[in-house]
């Protein structure tokens, strides 16, 4: 009986993950940038043109574990840790996999037949446990941004079709994906002429830019915050939605 006392009820508030991806410049990295406090830490080259707080490129894995664990145990007023871009930090994955194996491929590494992506894993889980202290201890939001990529999906139930996905390994894909509360897919609002054929943006500048919330034949994408199936690309967007969706 003294365990069932400590049963806890309701919904508890916490800081959101959430990885964004899609093509380049779409405004991944402005939509992290709006988020209260935000700090990125960087491992592609890309946020010049961007008014924000951001922390030295990083050029290893070891690098990388010291900028998390300074985020973590230095004093500072951040809340937001933004990390700039997953599949540039898969690089820095696959180089220290190599490093351990003495070679130049990760398909080669431990005698290849994809035992390097495995071993990447392991590696991967090491961020997402120093990602997993920071929001519990500096009670941080994180967002992971990532590049987009067409991929051919094999339905066991259907036809094969094309979608978007991360511009990851399916291993990392699929850990981070579901280590995450939200995966939001951001494009730009597209119709399609019926007279061509062609497909062509909607709206000024290129075209509405909006993220997609749920997984579909198009793209892959989830979320856990009972989120409208679109919605604007915009941190303020999604804070509303969020609490929308908390008052109900």
Known sequence: MALLQNVIKGRQPVPPRLMIYGSEGVGKSTFAANAPKTVFIQTEDGLSEIDCARLPLVGSFEELLTQLKAIRDEEHDYQTLCLDSLDWTERLVWDRVCADYGVKCIEKADGGYGKGYTHALTYWRQIIALLNEIRAKRNMAVVLIAHSK??????????????????????????????????????????????????????????????????????IAKNRYGLPTELALSWTAFVECLGNNATK
Request: proline fraction near 6%.
């Open 150 to 219: 067409v991929e051919r999906f094999e339905d066991p139930e259907h036809a094969s079709y094309d979608r978007y996905t991360p511009r990851l390994h399916k291993a990392a894909c699929s850990l981070v994906c579901e280590w995450v509360d939200a995966v939001l897919f951001a494009t730009r609002r597209m119709r399609v002429d019926s007279t061509t054929g062609k497909a062509a943006p909607v709206g000024a500048d290129g075209g509405e830019r909006i993220l997609r919330t749920n997984g579909s034949p198009a793209c």
